[in-house]
């Protein structure tokens, strides 16, 4: 016999806060195509039998008829429930791109009566068309009920203070620079992030614990007294995010990353996503936003905390709005991080260049990263003398692997960053200029994971050949993620020809990358590798050949002899 269709394209249980909900909750993602293609009568025929009043379906595979099913499969999960005994459930129904498909989610309390409700839900989806539909809702109604209840959500309740880190660029070094301050307070700090679980400097588990295993990891160091996550998109996607709330939320920036994936096909529906930690932070807590983002500053209009905003212009009316409502703000004034109250005088606690990640004031991505992370010290309330202290030792290479990382090799300078987005490449380029002497050249390896979509493929590649004097392609073999490496050479060349440069061969790795472009570098030069896999192999490379890592006194010479 040929298999039943179904509706069904995924079902997921979402531990913890959510892109639907603050709390755990099931996600279906259904494929409506029997209803989005039926013809009018059919469909209206099918929410009358469901019960719905008055309806207009639309035309064929049109938005409206989307609209309309939006309307169908929310009756149909309220109808379901209150057969089933479960009385008001909220429930968020969400067109996709793909107009025969919706995405319905629902909170949950335990998981085996949670399961048994989404399955309701497909099979009187499943039945369109079919007779007794009334009959049919009251059945599987009667089964949900009947269901064993099932377990509760793993989501953890902190007994220490959470700092939740979320954005595009600058996630990893704020938190590391937050779990710095912490440490200097004299704290346990645990923290968990792309590169793994942290607990007091110490490397626990090595991978990709930016979702919600990272933050279960790091609570459950015995000795923990602050907590830091860093907070990815996947993972609230994916999972939700581990704990029921944080005392800090941060959100560093948002810009074009990631995009096509997992639904989220704009920079506003993945702003949607990282304002989740928001959503969870204590009311007694801070929300710390970027004032000159307007999604990230608009983020603070949901969450149940007070805001802590940071900008580094101090007339930003983000920073006047958030002083009148009562918040607070960190921001550059005559050169020092200064924290701004309307109940207080203006503290300066430090010159920005006095801050190693500044690379002497010239990274203004390491500013915000500074200003945010200061606010988040000073808001979990850890003294004006820890934050100094943790800013003034965090430096790039020792605290900050793989993170605006500066060699000095034969007269020129290596640069070593993730730089994965448009942003983070810009900002890489601002550096490389930024300790350019006069007349040397800039030498980039260019690079990217295989999942990235091709126009932000593109744009890098006309980013990087406009920005740069030469420019190759050193590939991340372990991060194709099944895409041919020809395949995205194309893609980046496109780029770079587009700006007039076609001259850009490729190399199988970042490290041979680096060793061709190293090859051609003069005095003056600055060299950078957009590193994302082989950061450990190209220092121990470097150093191999006798480069030696700049220290703050060498970064300020070098922005210094640039500037003449």
Known sequence: MPELSTSLVELRVLDGANLYFSRAAVKLTLDLTALIDAPAPAAKAYASALGLGTTRPGRIGSGFRQRFAVRVVGHI??????EAGIGR???????ESDVHRLVVAFPWAHEGRARALGQAIVDVVDAFGADELPELVASVGDRVRN?????????LRPKVPVVAVTGTNGKTTTSRMIAHIGRAAGLHVGWSSTDGVYFDGELVKYGDFSGPSGAGQVLSQPGVQLAVTETARGGILRRGIGVAYNDVSVVTNVTADHLGLGGIDTVD???EVKAVVTKITRPRGWCVVNGDDP???GMRLGSPAKCWVFSRDPDSPSIRTVLDEGGRATTVLDGFITVLDNSSDAEPLLKVVDVPMTLSGLSHYNVENALAATSAALGLGLSRSAVIEGLTTFTPSENNPGRMNMYSIRDFTVVIDLAHNEAGLEALLEIMNGVREPG????LALGSPGDRADDMVTAMGAIGARGADRVVIGHKGDYLRGRPPEELEAVFREGTSSVGVDD???FPSELDAAKALVGEAQPGDVVAVMSLQDRASLDAWLRSEGATVDNPETLKSKVERAQH
Do not use: C, M
């Open 77 to 82: 999960v309220r109808r379901i429930a209150r």
């Open 89 to 95: 459930i909220g429930v968020r129904v969400r067109s």
């Open 269 to 271: 529906q993945l702003a």
């Open 504 to 506: 850009v061969p490729a």
């Open 147 to 155: 269901e064993p209840a099932g377990d509760p959500p793993p989501t």
């Open 440 to 443: 040397a050249r800039l030498l």
């Open 295 to 297: 999604r990230t500053f």
